[in-house]
């Protein structure tokens, strides 16, 4: 992977709330971070998606993961646990970025060598900063597989 910043970042992003879908999108687009974000609405679709799957079979495979915890269905935990046990999937970065405040999952994230975990924003400037952590992060992510 080389260090370019044409290259768009590959995100997928793991989100059932519309509205959290929409302000991040716009974070990214605000931010001129180049990117392209595919959007799953709960785990098992997510799951799908990094398997290459139907209807998923050409998606292409996510720089990074921004992951919500809480899902329907297949919630994020499971989906964490999932990529970390399959080796196609677990050294893609994953961000978690949910509204939980549970300790256990916040332990449970680390066990599972999450890369970053994100409280989610409340509002626009703080969801900035969030996406500003994502780009120095994957940027630094690009740098070290490219040495």
């Known amino acids: 992977m080389v260090d370019d910043p044409a290259i768009p970042i590959e995100i997928l992003l793991v989100e059932d709330d519309p509205g959290d879908v929409l302000i991040t999108r716009e974070a990214f687009a605000d931010h ?7 959007v799953c609405a709960d785990g098992a679709d997510a799951l799908r998606y990094l398997r290459r799957e139907p209807p998923y079979a050409d998606a292409p495979r996510p720089d990074i993961l921004l992951l919500d915890l809480n899902l329907p269905g297949v919630d994020g935990r499971a989906v964490l646990a999932a990529v970390h046990a399959d080796p ?22 680390q066990e599972l060598r999450v890369d970053t975990y994100i409280r989610k924003p409340v509002d626009f400037a703080s969801l900035m900063h969030v996406v500003r952590r994502i780009e120095t992060f994957y940027i630094s992510v690009r740098r070290s597989l490219s040495a």
Do not use: F, W
């Not at 001129?32 to 974000?37: H, P």
């Not at 196609?88 to 994230?109: C, G, K, Q, Y």
């Open 88 to 109: 196609r999937l677990n050294d893609i970065p994953v961000v978690v970025l949910t509204s939980s405040t549970a300790e256990e999952d916040v332990l449970r994230s």
């Open 32 to 38: 001129k971070v180049r990117n392209r974000i595919a």
